[in-house]
């Protein structure tokens, strides 16, 4: 778990359990803030449901990241966390991947 760099311009994040899962992503936050170039794949493998304080910080993340002309990609999301995200209309704005790998991939593709 934790926050790597995996390519100069790519932070995967593999994201803990709550309630460490919001303090991660204030983390990821700031490390984005400081660099502002890099793109983010976050992890959900070990998240069964999202809180509405990470929900609140995923969407604050996404608009600096949207702001930025950069990507924020979503990978391992359990289902309970995806009917979250459809049923607040939020899964058309979040870009969901199966597999982090996948995720990793697609990145590269476009650099």
Do not use: Y
């Not at 493998?45 to 929900?55: G, K, N, P």
Request: glycine share 6%.
């Amino acid at each position: 778990m934790g926050i790597q760099n995996w390519e100069d311009n790519v932070i995967l994040v593999d994201l803990p359990r709550e309630p460490q899962t919001g303090d991660e992503l204030k983390e990821v936050t700031e490390i984005v803030r400081d660099r502002g170039d890099c793109e983010v794949v976050i992890d959900f493998s070990e998240i069964d449901i999202v809180t509405s304080s990470s929900l609140s910080k995923l969407l604050k993340l996404r608009k600096m990241m949207v702001d930025c002309g950069h990507r924020l990609i979503f990978s391992n999301v359990a289902a309970a966390t995806r009917g979250i995200f459809t049923v607040t209309g939020l899964e058309s704005i979040f870009e969901i991947v199966d597999d982090k790998f996948v995720a990793l991939a697609s990145l590269q593709l476009v650099n």
